[in-house]
Nanobody, 127 residues
Framework: QVQLVESGGGLVQAGDSLRLSCAASGRIFSNYALGWFRQAPGKEREFVAAVSRLGTTTYYADSVKDRFTISRDNAKNTAALQMNSLNPGDTANYYC????????????????????WGQGTQVTVSS
């Protein structure tokens, strides 16, 4: 069992930056690939970014590439999502999730690849 807790969400203006954090507890954090997803009201959950177990490989949705950066610190059992140049289209509840497999063994962009999820943190971007 892995417990995940997201933090860092809030209300910002278009063009601002925000840094989300994901704190993990339970099993050995470095055994899990990690991803960030988001879900806006009335929309399906969508992939944002993912990072391999040791942080050497990252993968981004086209909509956030060059604006968002995913990272992890296995010594601290944490991960982060740095979000720059935010726009109203980024408004959503953001979730971190992990799966217990080598990164390429599953599709990190698919929600059903993940074994454990956090409760989410709300990000609202005003225009």
């Amino acid at each position: 069992q892995v417990q995940l807790v997201e933090s860092g969400g809030g209300l910002v203006q278009a063009g601002d930056s925000l840094r989300l954090s994901c704190a993990a507890s339970g099993r050995i954090f470095s055994n899990y690939a990690l991803g960030w997803f988001r879900q806006a009201p009335g929309k399906e959950r969508e992939f944002v970014a993912a990072v391999s177990r040791l942080g050497t490989t990252t993968y981004y949705a086209d909509s956030v590439k060059d604006r968002f950066t995913i990272s992890r610190d296995n010594a601290k059992n944490t991960a982060a999502l740095q979000m720059n140049s935010l726009n109203p289209g980024d408004t959503a509840n953001y979730y971190c999730a992990v799966y217990f497999s080598p990164f390429a063994q599953k599709d990190p962009a698919k929600a059903n690849s993940y074994d454990y999820w956090g409760q989410g943190t709300q990000v609202t971007v005003s225009s």
